[in-house]
């Protein structure tokens, strides 16, 4: 959820502060792609059904299985396969996490970060929950970053989520922008972002 609301009317203004705040051209690029994904709003009716059987493509073609159900059932992943009846942007963020797990995390439920906000099985989420420290908020950042990339990628409402995990919090200041080509080179460094901003569908090899 959104930390800090934003008038529709000031958006443009504090996009376009991001913007000048980044100081190397490939986070401008990369920035550039989702702030010109349509725009701030979800997607609703035939566009919102478009996104979700092209966000479970993707999920699909990366290995991920996939189930018929609600994450509030019990997980959104739960070492296995998807669950399915969410939103796209959802699913989205969901295949960024599959990709940035270490391989043993992929096989646990919630990749081994513990409940997710639409996690219904909290105290088995919370058991399969890997101790990971600071590398599991550094997790978590990139894969909000990814998963809005994908959403920009596939022609989905990547701002709406951009503004939703609270990216623009703290512009005009340039600790937002910092944090923003931080975490991008950190992806585009592991192979995750081509120099252009584009995701990949590489998946991690390495163990935590």
């Given at each position: 959820m959104i930390l800090?609301?934003?008038a529709p009317d000031r958006l443009r203004a504090l996009l376009a502060a991001f913007s000048r705040g980044l100081e190397d051209e490939p986070a401008r690029r990369a920035f550039r792609r989702i702030a010109a994904s349509a725009d701030a709003a979800r997607a609703r009716g035939h566009d919102a059904a478009v996104h979700h059987r092209r966000a479970l493509a993707l999920a699909a073609s990366l290995g991920?299985?996939?189930r018929a159900e609600s994450p509030?059932?019990?997980y959104g992943w739960d070492g296995r396969a998807l669950a399915a009846r969410t939103e796209a942007y959802v699913l989205l963020h969901e295949v960024a996490h599959f990709q940035l797990a270490a391989p043993v995390r992929r096989r646990r439920a919630e990749f081994g970060l513990g409940p997710g906000p639409e996690t219904g099985n909290l105290a088995g989420a919370g058991r399969h929950a890997v101790p990971l420290g600071l590398a599991r908020e550094r997790e978590e950042a990139m894969a909000s970053l990814l998963g809005i990339l994908w959403e920009a990628e596939l022609g989905q409402p990547a701002l709406a989520s951009f503004l939703d995990q609270n990216w623009l919090e703290g512009v005009p200041r340039p600790g937002a922008a910092r944090h923003f080509s931080a975490v991008l080179?950190?992806?585009?460094?592991r192979g995750f972002v081509t120099p252009a901003g584009r995701p990949t569908p590489?998946?991690?090899r390495d163990p935590d």
């Open positions: 800090t609301p934003i991920m299985g996939i509030r059932w019990a080179r950190d992806l585009r460094r590489r998946l991690r």
